[in-house]
């Protein structure tokens, strides 16, 4: 999936990592905002949860192997559960709005205590609009800060997060001047205000802000900005918001040409720079450093998942996992209000498929990511993920 540049119209083929791709591209949502204090329904946790999971069954060939990927990995969390048992219902919202509130409104008529799902965000706002009457929760996979509060909570992970972790770790090691550099989309205008709030939070400086278009001449022309920037802003970082699919591979050609060299200027990358493979390659990433969910967490759950289904699980697969584990977790304590909003905003979080992560009051989450960077071509973890909330980057 690494861009692809055509010689003869010199345009830059701009795609997202599949992370990102399913959420970000989603029509614009309706921020539900505000504190998420719903009380949510009272649950009997001796007896089988209702769970409903939304999927994008009945949509493209993509979608269908989605949802089923979710479904799978949903189910593998029920078998950890202990002591807790869970009623799935599936429903399929073939990846449309209308439809997902639609089977949002039947899931909740039915008994559904909590939705996990749908993926798009402009359908989970629908989901969450069309049940909030009711006070259930929806536990969304999709990683838009824009549709979290309410009753709504993003599983997915956020730039926020990423950006936090990576701003932390630069900070304490001296990398505090920072430039960033940004696409002129939607995902590059998020990246670039996580990462400046990011910048803020952590007391590091914000040397200098460039961004550009999607094409190839764009980045080009950006090249001398960039190192403008750097030069002016007395910088010691830059933080670019692009994806190996995307503008990476022609950044991390153009800018080390420009004289924008390690270890002097450290390169970070809110993306993961490990996807594809092929992107390790890439002699402008050598030393770079970008955020990756716990290898050992992830690892296990992939384990466990080829297992039982012969097959790797999907990049977005986790989050199901990690909707069960949550409500597996709350349900332990044995009380009736388990899965109401301040029950799934406790400080301890959770243990997911790819580690600990916690929900915000806002409706956003905080995952604990290791840090890694690429040397020899080989991903190497210098900054290990955390094992419990408060400790390093958060």
């Not at 629908?126 to 549709?147: K, R």
């Not at 400086?205 to 920037?229: C, M, N």
């Not at 720079?273 to 759950?301: E, H, K, N, R, Y």
């Not at 997911?352 to 806002?362: P, V």
Request: aromatic letters at 6%.
């Amino acid at each position: 999936m690494i861009a692809f540049f055509d010689a003869g119209r010199k345009k830059l083929r701009l795609l997202f990592l599949p992370l990102f791709a399913l959420i970000l591209a989603a029509c614009e949502p309706i921020a539900m905002g505000g504190i998420a204090g719903n009380s949510g329904p009272r649950i009997d946790t001796s007896a089988p949860i209702p769970v409903a999971l939304l999927v994008p069954r009945g949509g493209s060939a993509g979608d269908n192997l989605l949802a089923q990927n979710l479904e799978n990995a949903a189910r593998l969390a029920i078998r950890d559960l202990d002591g807790v048992q869970v009623d799935l219902r599936v429903y399929g919202t073939a990846g449309n709005a209308g439809t997902a509130a639609s089977v949002a409104a039947q899931a909740v008529n039915e008994g559904a205590k909590i939705i996990l799902g749908p993926v798009y965000a402009e359908s989970a706002n629908a989901a969450g609009v069309a049940v909030a009457s009711q006070g259930v929760n929806v536990l969304s996979f999709s990683n838009n800060p824009t549709i979290a509060g309410g009753n709504v909570f993003v599983l997915g992970p956020t730039f926020d997060t990423t950006a936090n972790r990576l701003v932390g770790y630069a900070k304490r090691t001296g990398k505090d001047r920072i430039v960033v550099v940004s696409g002129q989309d939607v995902a590059g205008q998020l990246g670039r205000t996580a990462i400046e709030q990011a910048i803020a939070a952590n007391g590091a400086t914000l040397a200098g802000s460039v961004d550009y278009a999607l094409s190839q001449e764009s980045v080009i022309a950006s090249i001398p900005r960039v190192k403008a920037a750097v030069e002016g802003g007395n910088a010691n970082a830059v933080f670019l918001t692009t994806s190996s699919a995307s503008a990476l591979p022609l950044f991390a050609q153009l800018l080390p040409e420009a004289g924008i060299q390690g270890p002097a200027t450290q390169y970070i990358g809110l993306t993961r720079w490990d996807i594809p493979p092929a992107t390790l390659a890439l002699p402008g990433v050598q030393g770079g450093w970008f955020a990756l969910p716990d290898p050992g967490a992830s690892g296990v759950f992939r384990q466990k998942y080829s297992a039982a289904y012969q097959s790797d699980p999907h990049p977005l697969a986790g989050l199901a996992f990690d909707g069960i584990a949550a409500v597996g977790a709350l349900a332990k304590s044995g009380k009736s209000s388990a899965l109401s909003a301040a029950s799934l905003t406790q400080g301890a979080g959770f243990r997911g498929a790819s580690g600990i992560f916690r929900l915000n009051r806002n409706g956003t989450n905080e995952r604990g990511l290791a840090v890694a960077t690429i040397r020899n071509k080989q991903v190497v973890i210098i900054d290990a993920a955390p094992q419990a909330f408060g400790g390093a980057g958060f």
